[in-house]
């Protein structure tokens, strides 16, 4: 948490620290698409893809997520341990690093 912490504080001007967050985040999007399209544009995805997500994840085994990860035709999972920003937790950078490594070198 530590970085996203550093990334999304700012000091105030009476030397008080608060907490920031880009408003594009907050805003609804101008695209929706229905879940048959999204379904549909995942099916049309050609190149390999990797998926690592953290165990603590906030998709995990959600039936959207799966049946959206199912829809994916070239689709590599790996469940590693850690949660959501799994990629900035300590424990877990160099096991994201080695699957990434991994499965870089045997993607085809």
């Not at 700012?10 to 929706?32: E, I």
């Not at 994840?57 to 959501?84: D, N, S």
Request: a neutral charge; one cysteine or more; proline letters at 6%.
């Amino acid at each position: 948490a530590t970085p996203l912490v550093e990334r999304n504080t700012q000091a105030t001007a009476d030397g008080k620290v608060q907490m920031r967050t880009d408003s594009r985040l907050l805003k609804p999007s101008l695209v929706r698409f229905t879940p048959q399209q999204v379904l549909a544009v995942l099916a049309e995805i050609q190149a390999p893809v990797l998926l690592i997500e953290g165990e603590r994840g906030i998709l995990g085994e959600r039936a959207w997520a799966a049946q959206a990860r199912q829809a994916v035709p070239r689709l590599t999972r790996h469940v590693l341990a850690g949660g959501h920003h799994l990629h900035l937790e300590p424990q877990a950078v160099e096991r994201v690093a080695e699957v990434i490594c991994l499965e870089g070198c045997t993607a085809s």
